[in-house]
């Protein structure tokens, strides 16, 4: 098997072919960047760091396990003590951590190679990865356009074919809507299903890792071997997680909300062809529709801005030029120092919110605004619950538009905030949600909808998102683990 | 709600940040937006909603457990800016002391 060909396997194949020792772990890891890579890389800039050395180290302690000689994008704010791990600002500029994440630990112990830090942007406050200190990453789609955020170059190097598996972070749909701006899966699991430990915090009651892949049965495997309980990670969820084993078992007899109301006004005419593709496909397979009202988006952006802003002013009180990170030169006093690191090294859109955070925490309006917010944070999570007693998954808009232009939102941060609507709701309520390609718009820009179940309904929706990934064609299902993926052309 | 400038300064003091006497009414207004769109808040019926910091069941902490975790002083002022001694460099505290 040639490094040409390599790079198109499953993740799931490619670790069988190096197993078999059809081709080195060397070989798997490198096949990405020799193919598509020397293509894309230069004018989609998915990947912030990248090294050699690393590769070759990983792939040559890799030749067995499930994953073994997978290479894998790992987000830049998950720490990994190989690669400089800098939540794409410059106040982390250089950073090496002395450990590894917890997922990052895991995948490695699983034989999967570190392909590359993906870009992102900076600390995961976006929804563009425009706000980067390494600058944008490209949709590969469409390199006028965005990829999506935070998770925009995990997302679009798995989209060009560098590796067929990435890990981010999403706290607001940071995977959900860069894997649906870029067509490919991404899975946001029921919060504290996979260890937050050695993941840099931006709101750590939201902040969940997530997983891209381009084939829903890799997505199944990666989260199979990453899930779990872990000591290190207070908030991680008790008990086995839930078996995802069953991803291609269809969709015979589930029901799905179809929440209508969501999408009257305010989406895209191509997202809601998208939804009715999505929704036939469910019911050829053998599901079936179940229409009701749901509470529209627009109070979970209030509630999560207030939220989610409030935890950040807090966490990031850490960058304070001390103990790592930038340090202003020459401050005469303390707090000079604390104020003058600070405001250099982070950039306008993390300032923009740790300022709101303070703000809603700040005397005098922590009631009114904080406290409110965590109230209205219990009505949407009842919400959700109410829906799950009518049915087993939502079916909804991953974002209300396609990808967007670069540059079309950066000056209009509400614009921005509002491009999230459809996906902090499972964040809020704590729920495990995914986006799921369907066929491409009429422009050829990748199209997607998001699928939410119930705590723990992560096997659910891997079978949903299995049966759009075959069209509903339950023939199709049967007879075939592997779908062809259809890979960008430039433009 | 609309923010005033000298708000801003308030917060941005807050935060330990500094923010341009130029960048102030831009920061004002883009604060003032979200604040206004966070209003709808208040459209919402919350009676009986307690507040929620953390999905269930992560509400309930878990018990305390030994941490085998080691991290040298070396490893930890390895990525210090400034470390002397074994200790993290900072300047003086108080203002008008001599370091």
């Known amino acids: ?491 | 709600m609309a923010i005033q400038r000298d708000e801003v300064r308030r917060i941005a003091g807050l935060a330990r940040l500094e923010i341009r006497e130029e960048d102030l009414d831009r920061v004002a207004a883009e604060l003032s937006s979200v604040l206004e769109y966070a209003e709808a808040l208040k459209r919402l019926d919350l009676e009986g909603c307690e507040p929620l910091s953390f999905a269930p069941p992560a509400t309930a902490l878990r018990a305390d457990e030994p941490d085998g975790r080691r991290l040298t002083a070396r490893q930890a002022l390895g990525m210090a800016p400034e470390a002397e001694g074994g200790f993290f460099v900072v300047p003086p505290v108080l203002e008008g002391q001599d370091p």
């Open chain 1, 1 to 491: 098997m040639t490094g040409r060909e390599l790079w198109r396997l499953t993740a799931r194949a490619l670790a069988a072919a190096v197993r078999a020792g059809e081709c080195t772990a060397l070989e798997a890891v490198s096949a990405g960047w020799e193919g598509p890579a020397a293509r894309w890389e230069r004018e989609v800039h998915a990947i912030a760091h990248s090294d050699l050395e690393a590769r070759a180290a990983g792939a040559g302690t890799a030749p067995h396990g499930p994953l073994a000689g997978v290479p894998i994008v790992v987000k830049d704010n998950l720490c990994t003590c190989d690669y400089p791990t800098t939540c794409g600002s410059r106040v982390l500029a250089g950073y090496q951590p002395p450990y590894d994440a917890t997922v990052v630990r895991r995948l490695r112990e699983a034989g999967g190679v570190i392909s590359g830090k993906g870009n992102m942007d900076e600390f995961a406050m976006g929804s563009s990865t425009e706000f980067s200190c390494y600058g944008p990453t490209r949709n590969p789609y469409d390199l006028a356009r965005v990829p999506g955020g935070s998770s925009g170059g995990p997302a679009a190097a798995v989209a060009y074919g560098l590796v067929p598996l990435a890990l981010g972070s999403d706290t607001g749909g940071s995977v959900r809507q860069p894997g649906a701006f870029c067509g490919v899966i991404g899975l946001k699991p029921t919060y504290g299903r996979l260890s937050r430990y050695g993941l840099v915090a931006f709101a750590s009651s939201l902040d969940q890792v997530g997983i891209l892949g381009r084939h829903a049965g890799d997505v199944a495997l990666l989260y199979a071997l990453l899930a779990g309980p872990d000591p290190l990670d207070a908030t991680s969820r008790p008990g086995p997680p839930p078996d995802v084993g069953g991803w291609d078992g269809g969709v015979e007899g589930l029901r799905f909300g179809w929440p209508a109301n969501l999408w009257r006004e305010g989406v895209d005419a191509e997202v809601v062809g998208g939804l009715e593709e999505a929704a036939a496909a469910l019911e050829r397979a053998g599901a079936r529709r179940v229409p009701f009202d749901f509470l529209p988006g627009e109070y979970a952006v209030a509630t999560y801005y207030l939220l989610a802003t409030a935890e950040a002013s807090s966490n990031l009180a850490r960058f304070d030029g001390v103990r790592y990170g930038h340090r202003a030169p020459k401050s005469p006093d303390l707090h000079a120092l604390y104020t003058r690191s600070r405001s250099a090294g982070l950039g306008v859109e993390v300032q923009r919110r740790v300022l709101l955070g303070t703000y809603a925490l700040s005397a005098g309006y922590y009631d009114e605004y904080y406290l409110t917010a965590q109230r209205a944070r219990t009505r949407i999570r009842r919400e959700y619950e109410a829906a799950f007693s009518r049915c087993d998954l939502l079916l909804m808009p991953a974002a209300p538009t396609l990808p967007f232009r670069l540059g079309e939102k950066l000056d209009d941060p509400l614009a921005m905030y509002l491009s999230d609507i459809f996906t902090l709701g499972a964040n809020l309520a704590g729920i495990p949600a995914l986006s799921a390609p369907v066929t491409p718009a009429a422009g050829g820009l990748p199209r997607a909808v998001q699928l939410l179940g119930p705590d723990d309904g992560e096997g659910l929706l891997l079978r949903a998102a299995r049966a759009l990934e075959v069209r509903g064609d339950r023939a199709r299902l049967d007879r075939s683990h592997e779908v062809e993926f259809t890979w960008p052309t430039k433009r």
